[in-house]
């Protein structure tokens, strides 16, 4: 089993900025992609980004340009920095870990609202 930890989500005005962290522990390969997805009310649950373990990261569309990912291998944890925050952006933001299974965190809110 595989167990993630996500912090770091919380309210922002538009234009602000957050990072959210993603720990993942227990019984993980070395090779393994990483990612956040997020769902809105009403919407499909949609990717934001992903990382292979070599560091290619695929974003989604209404993001790029405005959000980054990053991981550190040596402590299995993904990063997701928001830059430019629409009130669009406002969902749960699902960290997942991708390998032989699929292992979704808990959810953390990230709110944009003035």
């Known amino acids: 089993q595989v167990q993630l930890v996500e912090s770091g989500g919380g309210l922002v005005q538009p234009g602000g900025s957050l990072r959210l962290s993603c720990a993942a522990s227990?019984?993980?390969?070395?090779?393994?992609?990483m990612g956040w997805y997020r769902q809105a009310p009403e919407n499909q649950r949609e990717l934001v980004a992903q990382i292979s373990a070599g560091g290619n990261t695929l974003y989604g569309d209404s993001v790029k340009g405005r959000f980054t990912i990053s991981r550190d291998n040596a402590k299995n944890t993904v990063y997701l920095e928001m830059n430019r925050l629409k009130p669009e952006d406002t969902a749960v933001y699902y960290c997942?870990?991708?390998?032989?299974?699929?292992?979704w965190g808990q959810g953390t809110q990230v709110t944009v609202s003035s």
């Open positions: 997942v870990v991708i390998e032989s299974n699929v292992y």
């Open positions: 227990g019984q993980i390969t070395s090779t393994y992609n």
